[in-house]
């Protein structure tokens, strides 16, 4: 791919159809934010540098994506696309580009592949100004493509009017653009907001193009639902069903088995092995990476989790920034939060739930256990119901069991404290003050047996 063309987003806009206050280019698709999508197929085609044009909301955009920073273009009054364009167009031009690809910030499910079939096509065609356009039964509010007299230019819904441009075709605007930096620079000051939504229009520049004598360019993509805007809750819905599909489809092709595979759910940076087993309905988020052997069964929900080969992560179970080492027993219904680490062999349990602790190779903590900011040795024994005590309330303090240590049943660990390799906790005890290797502990009341009265 040619190195001169930029990458530009157009992400400044409130999302006003999706009536919720958060940038609608941070709605989530799957787990990552709709400008991860575009961002992603823009770096993907030509490299780092996509600069994205911001605005509502800013600072939680910038705070969302702190690797781009410095990357991110202000448009402090939202005045419209084409005035999106302009803020970014001295950047644009300082940095030597001869083109600019640009492209909405709200549709998400256009590949890489695609707008690189796009700029292969307006490159060679010359065009000093081309535009995806799509087939759409009903145009709705998308911008029209309108042909008359030989030219093209594409008018918005909401200025459409048939007795001037004719009835509607259903070619359809899909708000990607590929610009040449020094035919359009000048055309930026021809811009006007006499519309409808008092707005200056990017799309303007079609017509202003063709009208200066410029070659313009419509590369018409068919029905590529690929290209539809989300502007909608019910459109983010679809269109991440679509998403969804796509993802599950490529996974089962790539020899994952995935059963009731239309309830599971997997972000598109999640990583699966041939071979490994799902069942749905399941979701997987983030940075999870399920190795092969691996079997997760329905209703758990997994989010930048690594799940080593030969693991069974059994029903219900909810894990979070968590590892889980080779050959480890998950579940049902356990809930590793983050920090929580499974070495080998390890094996938690139902009702089990961990925090920043590690399990060692082969340890166990089977029923109803909660470990926080503790670490396991290897083999060792967690018995049913046992607590580990680590927050007083101000402070969070450190457990430590040795190898092999063996903790009693409905134990409460207080922490800070140490259990030594291979001791044995009594059932029920209360333990305060550490446990040396190979003792025993006993932290209990002894038992009163008396006649009945
Ligand atoms: C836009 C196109 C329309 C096309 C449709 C395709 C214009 C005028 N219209 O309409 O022809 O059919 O996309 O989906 O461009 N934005 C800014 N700054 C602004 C305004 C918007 O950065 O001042 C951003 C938005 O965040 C959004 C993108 O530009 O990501 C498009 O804006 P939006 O309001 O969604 O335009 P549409 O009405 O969908
Ligand atoms: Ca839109």
């Known amino acids: 791919m040619d190195k001169r063309i930029g990458a530009l987003i157009l992400a400044a806009g409130k999302g006003t159809r999706m009536k919720s206050d958060a940038p609608k280019v941070l709605k989530t698709l799957l787990g990552e934010p709709m400008l991860w999508y575009g961002e992603q197929a823009l ?17 939680a955009v910038e705070a969302a994506f702190p ?87 594409i008018v918005e819904a909401k200025d459409y009017d048939v007795s001037r441009d004719g009835p509607a075709t259903g070619e359809i605007n899909a708000g990607v653009y590929l610009l040449r930096l020094e035919a359009v620079a000048p055309l930026l000051a021809g811009l006007r907001n006499d519309n409808k939504s008092g707005e200056y229009y990017i799309t303007d520049l079609v017509g202003l193009g063709a009208a200066a004598g410029l070659a313009v360019l419509a590369v018409n993509r068919g029905d590529d639902p690929a290209y539809l805007g989300i502007n909608s809750p ?36 999640v990583a699966l092995a041939p071979g490994v087993e799902l069942c749905g309905p399941l979701e997987l988020y983030g940075d999870t990476r399920v190795a092969a052997g691996a079997t997760v069964f ?93 927050y007083d309330g101000v402070h969070k303090h450190q457990t430590v069991i040795g190898a092999h240590a ?22 029920g005890s209360v333990i305060t003050s550490d446990v040396p290797g190979g003792a025993l502990a006993l932290g209990r009341g002894r038992q009163v047996t008396k006649p009945r009265k």
Request: charged letters at 15%; one cysteine or more; hydrophobic letters at 45%.
């Open 406 to 427: 063996f903790i009693g049943s409905n134990s409460a660990l207080v922490a800070p404290v140490t259990i030594g390799d291979g001791a044995l906790v009594g059932a």
């Open 234 to 269: 019910r459109e983010l819905v679809a269109a991440e069903e679509a998403l969804r599909r796509r993802i599950v489809d490529g996974h089962l092709d790539a020899g994952v088995v995935i059963r009731a595979a239309g309830a599971v759910r997997i972000g598109p940076r």
């Open 43 to 59: 770096a993907t085609l030509l490299g780092e540098g996509v600069l994205t044009v911001i605005g509502h909301r800013a600072e």
């Open 298 to 390: 329905s209703h758990s929900v997994l989010a930048n989790v690594a799940i080593g080969a030969n693991v069974t992560v059994h029903s219900f179970c909810h894990l979070q920034d968590a590892r889980v080492a080779a050959g480890c027993q998950v579940g049902p219904y356990a809930r590793l939060r983050p920090g929580a680490v499974l070495l080998e062999g390890a094996k938690i349990g139902n009702f089990v739930e961990m925090k920043k602790s590690t399990l060692g190779p082969g340890a166990k903590a089977s029923h109803l256990t909660y470990l926080g900011d503790t670490t396991v040795g290897a083999e060792a024994n967690i018995g049913a119901g046992t607590i580990t005590c680590n």
């Open 67 to 153: 690797d781009l920073a410095g990357r991110f273009v202000l448009q402090a009054e939202q005045l419209g696309t084409g005035h999106a364009l302009s803020v970014a167009m001295p950047l644009l031009l300082d940095a030597g580009y001869s083109h600019v690809l640009v492209a909405n910030g709200d549709a998400p499910l256009v590949t890489a592949e695609s707008l690189g079939a796009f700029v292969t096509e307006a490159l060679g065609a010359a065009a000093d100004v081309a535009f995806v356009s799509i087939e759409l039964p009903d145009p709705g509010a998308y911008g029209r493509v309108v042909r008359q007299g030989g030219g093209v230019r």
